[in-house]
């Protein structure tokens, strides 16, 4: 048995870490009424700690977070409109050209041989299909992130 009273660490870890001091300590401990009444304080002023109420915000706190984050703009009619005039305009001219350039195009697939036309509609497939699976698991990644946020936004 040792005659030394434990360290306020000692103390410390006798009331939360029993394992962590060795067997001479804790037979100290139930002897010594000093080392005693320093373990019934440290139990009371853990115990306190530990009932303590959580601290928490007096306000809403995703309110002010949302306040503060960028707020996408709406399409205005006017921009909804010039979209689909522009698109129009678009449309218009690739037919117009498509038009002009259609004698053409049957004499350049005349000229080419079949093989060669099906291996560029397999080989577009294919790189079409790599892009699409692509774009489908960022698509799908970017969901997941916007998932796992969703409450605050609520
Ligand atoms: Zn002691």
Redesign the pocket.
Same mark, same amino acid.
């Given at each position: 048995m040792i005659t030394v $009273?434990?360290t306020e660490t000692e103390i410390q870890l006798y009331v939360d870490e029993r394992q962590m001091i060795s067997d001479e300590q804790k037979a $100290?401990?139930e002897i @010594?009424t000093? @080392?005693q009444a320093k373990t019934k304080n440290y139990a009371l002023l853990f115990q306190s700690i530990h009932d303590a109420p959580k601290p928490t915000f007096d306000f809403d706190l995703s309110v002010l977070i949302l306040e503060h984050l960028p707020q996408t703009q709406s399409e205005t009619l006017v921009d909804k409109w010039m979209k689909y005039v522009v698109l129009g305009i678009i449309g218009i001219i690739s037919l117009i050209l498509l038009y002009l350039i259609t004698p053409y195009l049957w004499a350049i697939f005349a000229t080419i041989s079949p093989l060669l036309i099906c291996t560029i509609i397999v080989c577009t497939a294919g790189i079409s299909m790599f892009l699409f699976t692509g774009m489908y698991h960022h698509y799908q990644q970017k969901i997941k992130v916007l998932n796992t946020t969703a409450p605050l936004q609520q």
């Open positions: $009273h434990l $100290h401990v @010594c000093k @080392c």
